[in-house]
């Protein structure tokens, strides 16, 4: 098969990336992993060192660099984005909830996507929304599963406690009430990615006048169900 798109400096520079793909790799073993003369092996890879696109270990061998791992987690939020849409609209539709979609960000947790009831603004979260990652049921949810050092951090100053995060993992789900907010309450539950690492939480919100002071017990099937959809998305399109 032709691997040649026709514009000859690209197809090239993809040479260098498959060669690194197998690992490090010195300048002759660049070359005799393309096929390419020396200099333009050389030149290629020093440009794409330029763009971050590859980088150099400690013994000075090329080696895929950090661009490709930025384009990559990118790739996967938009992904996510895709995948999680109508699994939302659908969950709102039969808790008749507001859901929201949140990732971690540093010490916050941002609310991704969503999709809003047609009334009711008190318990809207809009997209783009940084919220604490010390209080809510979505909080709860990415902390839960952390390495216990980083769990630990984590518990400083939180609404919640170490024992609420074991509780969280043996059934798979969280809740609160007014922990976040007064009056409101949520359910939220893990999606994960590649290795079962938990990389978002779907939740459903709303005022405790209609989730009551059990809210897991109205929403955590659903809520549990349209997470375990959305992980299953995923994993068939990486």
């Known amino acids: 098969m032709d691997n040649s798109s026709g514009v000859g400096v690209l197809d090239k520079a993809v040479l260098v990336l498959n060669a690194l793909e197998a ?16 200099p333009t092996a050389h030149r290629l890879a020093v440009a794409l060192e330029h763009h ?48 929201q979609l949140y ?13 809003e009831r047609a009334s009711g603004l008190r318990d809207t979260v809009p997209v783009g929304s940084a919220l604490p990652m010390t209080a809510g049921s979505a909080a709860q949810i990415l902390l839960a599963w952390e390495e216990p050092d980083r769990l630990h951090r984590g518990l400083r100053g939180a609404k919640f406690t170490a024992a609420t995060l074991a509780s969280v993992r043996r059934r798979g789900w969280a809740h609160s009430v007014g922990e976040r907010e007064q009056g409101v309450a949520s359910v939220s539950a893990p999606i994960r990615g590649s290795g079962g690492k938990v990389i978002a939480a779907v939740s459903v919100s709303g005022p405790i006048e ?24 995923m994993r068939r399109t990486s």
């Open 23 to 38: 690992g490090p790799a010195s300048l002759a073993q660049l070359v005799q992993a393309t096929g390419l003369a020396r």
């Open 52 to 99: 971050r696109i590859v980088s150099r270990d400690t013994q000075g061998r090329f080696v895929l660099g950090p661009r490709l791992s930025e384009l990559s987690t990118a790739a996967g939020e938009d992904r996510l984005l895709a995948v999680a849409a109508p699994v939302l609209m659908q969950l709102r539709d039969l808790t008749g909830e507001s859901a």
């Open 103 to 115: 990732r971690r960000q540093g010490d916050e947790r941002v609310c991704v996507a969503a999709a």
């Open 210 to 233: 209609r989730l009551t002071r059990a809210p897991g017990r109205l929403h955590a099937v659903p809520v549990m169900a349209a997470a375990e959809r959305i992980t299953e998305a």
